[in-house]
């Protein structure tokens, strides 16, 4: 596509269930990353792919947060066991490569809302 | 833990007013962006700097790096309505993996 692709792009879920939020980067773009964005605020880096790897899971908040990406492409990431401070729009990214001097391109986010 | 502080937080001005933005670490970035993202889309790249004391101009943007390469503002001449967003800056320590994100700056542009 002509740009990274979000969905769902708005999500209610009760408190306790599991949501999947899928990012589908721009084709040829071997660099994958998930970022967390309260209201209004910057934004927290959680998981970045290279190619099907995730070298740096070092930004996700909890053991109930796991991201996985399949072909080189599609990426899902999935929280389980969802708490109310898990509310906030995610955000996924990708560039040619990781190395320096590669653009980053965002999509336009998964809002998350946990009632 | 690198940390970037942005000020002001929220800014709102009129039409044809100048403003400065700021964004102050005590740790050093080996490049600095800045990105404008608007309600209900993703931030968009406005200018990287990779040079201690660089300026960079994108027609009414004026971008420095500080030349310790620890801080940066953005300079908005005679701003529009249109400039109206959220501004981000991030720094990088080394490859584009991971860019630590400061909290932003609301900027409301009155007509």
């Known amino acids: 596509g002509a740009g990274v692709s979000q969905s769902p792009s708005n999500k209610v879920t009760e408190k306790g269930k599991d949501v999947e939020l899928r990012c589908d980067p721009i084709?040829?773009?071997?660099?994958l990353y998930w970022y967390r964005q309260s209201l209004g605020q910057g934004l927290e880096f959680l998981i970045y792919?290279?190619?099907?790897?995730?070298?740096?899971k070092s930004g996700l908040p909890s053991d109930r947060f796991s991201a996985e990406r399949t072909g080189g492409s599609v990426s899902t990431l999935t929280i389980q066991r969802t708490q109310q401070e898990d509310s906030a729009v995610y955000l996924c990214?990708?560039?040619?490569?990781?190395?320096?001097?590669?653009?980053?391109?965002f999509g336009e986010g998964s809002w998350l809302t946990v009632v | 833990t690198q940390l970037l502080e942005q000020s002001p937080q929220f800014l709102s001005i009129q039409e044809g007013e100048n403003l400065t933005v700021y964004c102050n670490s005590s740790?050093?970035?080996?490049?600095l962006q800045w990105y404008r993202q608007e309600p209900g889309e993703g931030p968009v790249l406005l200018v990287t700097?990779?040079?201690?004391?660089e300026v960079k101009k994108l027609k009414r943007l004026t971008f420095q790096f500080g030349d310790a390469r620890k801080d940066s503002s953005l300079h908005i001449t005679a701003a529009q309505p249109g400039d109206t967003g959220l501004y981000l800056c991030?720094?990088?320590?080394?490859?584009?993996?991971?860019?630590?994100f400061g909290s932003g700056t609301q900027l409301t542009v009155l007509p």
């Open positions: 990214a990708s560039s040619l490569s990781f190395f320096y001097g590669n653009t980053i391109y």
């Open positions: 084709s040829g773009h071997t660099a």
């Open positions: 792919f290279q190619g099907n790897s995730a070298p740096d």
């Open positions: 740790s050093v970035f080996s490049s």
């Open positions: 700097v990779v040079t201690g004391g």
């Open positions: 991030a720094g990088s320590s080394g490859s584009a993996r991971q860019l630590t």
